[in-house]
């Protein structure tokens, strides 16, 4: 993941899910706030059905064919040297190890919501959920790749970020009929991927703080004051996103409520003197 490339595509794909759990839990509990439930994937209504699992063939999908170029293509097909693995991509083995979790996760979960197979209940679902998400969590904090410097910062803003996720979805488990958890969830997948991008256009795009470079595959600072530097920049960075996260919320429940908001939803916000 060491490439502008590498940070994208994982990217593009938590930032898609991440969006649409935050608009599907918003407009679950406007349309039936009493009836509201925690969903570790949302549906996509209408179409007859058609593509009512569509989120879950795009996790799918997505962590396989990102799977393949962490494993195959990356390596170029040289897993092993001289019997051991290969030792110039342990990197990019353990991204596959992660990969594999969120594609073991959508193929678990399609299982039981489309046969009889494995019936789990969905806070079993939200469990196997958050393991993805702590293989990753390990993964970023345990990497082979020793991180450091401004690139260690923002890898450990992304650990953060990944925790959020950890922690709100175990919780969709233990409250399965809290909102606020399912939203967080929502907005704690859609800052992970918001990172990635920022990571990827400000340490191997055109956003780079001045003073620092990328060298070979290292990012490197002339000074200790513009490593700093960058490390505030990172701060602002993350607190922007935060607040253009809170804005979409906001928005979304806003339009929701307005165009798809229950008779019950107002009734939940006036006080009892009223």
């Known amino acids: 993941m060491g490439s502008f490339k590498g940070h994208a595509l994982p990217g593009t794909l938590f930032l898609v899910v991440g969006l649409w759990h935050v608009w599907s839990s918003v407009f679950r509990h406007v349309s039936n706030p009493k009836a509201f439930r925690v969903r570790v994937w949302s549906p996509v209504p209408g179409f007859e059905g058609r593509l009512k699992h569509l989120e879950l063939y795009v996790i799918t999908v997505g962590a ?4 393949c170029i962490e494993l195959l293509y990356s390596p170029h097909l040289k897993l092993f040297v001289n019997g051991v693995l290969n030792p110039a991509h342990m990197n990019d083995f353990e991204h596959s190890g992660m990969l594999l979790m969120f594609l073991i996760f959508g193929l ?3 299982l039981s919501e489309k046969t009889s197979l494995l019936p789990l209940p969905e806070g079993a679902l939200c469990l196997i959920a958050a393991t993805a998400f702590c293989a990753e969590y390990l993964l970023f904090y345990f990497h082979s790749t020793t991180h450091k410097g401004l690139e260690g910062y923002y890898h450990l803003l992304l650990v953060l970020l990944i925790g959020l996720c950890v922690a709100s979805t175990i919780a969709g488990a233990l409250l399965p009929n809290s909102f606020p ?3 967080c969830s929502g907005m704690a997948i ?3 991927g918001l ?3 920022q990571t990827a256009f400000t340490l191997y795009g055109p956003l780079m703080p001045d003073g620092c470079r990328l060298k070979g595959n290292d990012i490197v600072c002339n000074s200790v004051e513009s490593e700093a530097r960058g490390e ?3 701060n602002f960075q993350l607190f922007s996103l935060i607040l253009g996260v809170l804005a979409f919320v906001v928005g979304c429940y806003g339009f929701a409520a307005r165009q798809f908001g229950h008779s019950e939803l107002r009734s ?3 006080s009892p003197e009223e």
């Open 190 to 192: 859609t800052l992970q």
């Open 195 to 197: 990172w990635f991008y």
């Open 64 to 67: 396989f064919i990102d799977l």
């Open 232 to 234: 505030y920049l990172a």
């Open 268 to 270: 939940l916000h006036v």
């Open 181 to 183: 958890i399912d939203l």
């Open 108 to 110: 678990v979960t399609l």
